[in-house]
């Protein structure tokens, strides 16, 4: 198995634009996880799945966000308007939803929005 | 404040040298979690624990629930060491579905 990975690792946008960001988790992983991380600060937490169900919201995830994993499979995270605060990496990760288990992380996507 | 604090911030040494981190936290939690992010973003998972003391090579973490304070270790440290080392707690309420993260600590360790 590949690991969790992203896709664009990179995006620059102009303010104002929608961009979206992809996660294919795991296969057999049935959690997926969405954070958040700015230069010099730790991960934040932005929501999660149980297979499609999106079970947890943060409420860093404003009206403009939206997050989709709609067979359980890939997920995707859009940003509409985006704003020069949404500047950030996104991190995706998964695991097997399971007591003590492992969370495994992508790469992470880089937004710059200019 | 931070509900988990990491300690130093940025830590220098020597390589060979014994390195300690430590992470402390407000919560009640389920799990804690010590990733290792390289430059470029990336994050792997060293150790997640919920007692006591594990072991995988030269890195031993330790965490005493009382005192809700964790250590991490590295012995013998080497230059590849070098990275931002995050310790993460589960919520006690919501387990590992809602992490809280440090802000990590940078260790950088010269040939």
């Known amino acids: 198995d590949t690991g969790v990975s992203q896709d664009p690792r990179h995006k620059i946008t102009k303010r104002g634009q929608n961009v979206t960001f992809r996660c294919d988790p795991i296969?057999?992983?049935?959690?997926l996880y969405w954070y958040r991380q700015t230069l010099g600060q730790g991960p934040e937490f932005l929501t999660y799945?149980?297979?499609?169900?999106?079970?947890?919201k943060s409420r860093l995830l404003s009206d403009r966000f939206s997050a989709e994993r709609p067979k359980g499979s890939f997920s995707t995270l859009e940003i509409q308007r985006t704003e020069q605060g949404d500047s950030a990496m996104y991190l995706c990760?998964?695991?097997?939803?399971?007591?003590?288990?492992?969370?495994?992380f992508g790469e992470g996507s880089w937004l710059t929005v200019v | 404040k931070n509900e988990v604090e990491q300690s130093p911030q940025n830590l220098t040494a020597q390589e060979g040298e014994f390195i300690t981190i430590n992470c402390s936290y407000s919560?009640?939690?389920?799990?804690l979690h010590w990733l290792q992010q390289h430059p470029g973003g990336g994050i792997v998972s060293l150790f997640m624990?919920?007692?006591g003391k594990k072991k995988h090579g030269r890195l031993i973490a330790t965490i005493n629930i009382q005192e809700k304070h964790s250590s991490l270790h590295i012995t013998a440290s080497h230059p590849r060491d070098s990275a931002v080392y995050i310790c993460?707690?589960?919520?006690?309420?919501?387990?590992?579905?809602?992490?809280?993260f440090g802000t990590g600590t940078r260790l950088t360790i010269i040939p």
């Open positions: 624990l919920s007692s």
């Open positions: 993460a707690v589960g919520d006690s309420n919501f387990g590992n579905e809602k992490l809280t």
């Open positions: 799945f149980q297979n499609e169900a999106q079970l947890e």
């Open positions: 990760a998964s695991s097997l939803g399971i007591e003590g288990n492992t969370i495994y």
């Open positions: 296969s057999e992983h049935n959690r």
């Open positions: 919560v009640g939690i389920s799990a």
